[in-house]
């Protein structure tokens, strides 16, 4: 079921749980239509909303860990490597598991299991800040909104959140 959103259903998704700072509630799928997009799309708030969106790079994501995290789930620990590898731990225990990600139009896909349960998440860069924003999908069955951070590498320097 939400494996088959596209790209632009996902940004509406975060777009409408982004902006409604109050509610902060995940867009219901069935709202998820042309007609709706199509408004939406086109109002002033949401091409604001979509500038302040970039492109992620695949050397910035190489170059870090990140921090992924959301008010449901647990905080896990990134870490990007060649060949579209990923491997994922626990912040919390020795948890250690494997997965795989790329980037599509500048939007990180990642894809694990952990915990008997397959993660989709697409994360979707911020201009202005280094915490992103990423849509969850939980076994093509639930959805959630997470916020994702760059954390430094010991070989690379200074950490990016101080």
Not at 37 to 55: D, T
Not at 138 to 161: M, N, Q, R, T
Request: one cysteine or more.
């Amino acid at each position: 079921m939400y494996s088959l959103l596209t790209e632009s259903e996902l940004k509406l998704i975060l777009f409408a749980y982004e902006k409604d700072s109050e509610n902060q509630i995940v867009l219901r799928v069935d709202l998820l239509n042309d007609e709706n997009y199509s408004y939406i799309s086109k109002k002033g708030e949401y091409i604001l909303w979509e500038l302040e969106k970039r492109k992620l790079l695949e050397d910035e994501i190489l170059k870090h860990s990140w921090l992924l995290t959301s008010q449901e789930t647990h905080s896990l620990l990134l870490c990007f490597g060649n060949e579209n590898h990923l491997t994922i731990s626990s912040l919390f225990n020795q948890e250690c598991y494997s997965g795989s990600w790329h980037l599509e139009n500048g939007i990180l896909k990642i894809f694990f299991s952990y915990r008997d349960h397959d993660y989709a998440i697409d994360v979707i860069a911020n201009n202005n800040q280094l915490i992103h924003s990423a849509v969850q999908i939980v076994d093509d069955f639930s959805i959630d909104v997470l916020k994702v951070v760059p954390v430094s590498h010991a070989k690379y320097g200074h950490a990016l959140i101080e």
